[in-house]
């Protein structure tokens, strides 16, 4: 296709959607088997990285090595629950830029909170089961306060009895006066 579109239409490829995507999203997502996947697929079909203008190779290593920079930064945030981001370029290394920019996808995806209030930025895990948070009652409509894992079971709701799986508020959310 590439090269027909070059031949006949005077068509250039920059790259294509599809490993942009890949290359985009799969180190956030810490989805090394689409970067493989992708890795065997150029290897096999050198024409592609000579079609595109721009290096896909280059892109899929740096790719690499920001898939291996999350999971550093996923493992030290699931032992040790918030860090704050001066605390990630200290014992992880590279620059705040890089931990920020996973940071800030993460954020985006909802897989990480930043907690405001200090000097320097804070995160944690926005998945953390044994994490106090907010929930509502689907039979009564009562809330409570419990830790995200008991909430995710069929619990006795404390206000009617009935056992329920509640449903997650957000921690933000605040009460409006019709409830």
Not at 42 to 66: F, G, N
Not at 96 to 111: F, P, Q, T, V, Y
Request: hydrophobic share 40%; glycine share 6%; net charge neutral.
């Amino acid at each position: 296709m590439m090269q027909y579109e070059r031949r006949y239409n005077e068509t250039t490829f920059t790259t294509l959607d599809g490993i942009e995507i890949v290359l985009k999203y799969a180190p956030f997502l810490l989805d090394y088997k689409s970067l493989d996947e992708l890795a065997k697929m150029l290897k096999d079909h050198r024409r592609i990285e000579k079609q595109t203008s721009e290096s896909i190779a280059a892109r899929l290593e740096h790719a690499q090595q920001m898939l291996c920079d999350a999971h550093r930064m996923w493992d030290l945030l699931e032992r040790h629950g918030e860090v704050e981001q001066r605390v990630l370029v200290k014992w992880l290394g590279r620059s705040a830029g890089d931990w920020r920019a996973i940071s800030e996808m993460w954020e985006k995806l909802g897989l990480l909170r930043r907690i405001a209030g200090t000097s320097s930025e804070r995160w944690v895990l926005a998945t953390r089961l044994g994490q106090v948070v907010p929930g509502k009652c689907p039979a009564c409509g009562g809330r409570t306060e419990a830790p995200k894992a008991m909430l995710l079971e069929a619990t006795a709701c404390p206000h009617c009895d009935v056992p329920v799986l509640f449903v997650l508020l957000a921690t933000d959310t605040t009460t409006s006066a019709g409830e």
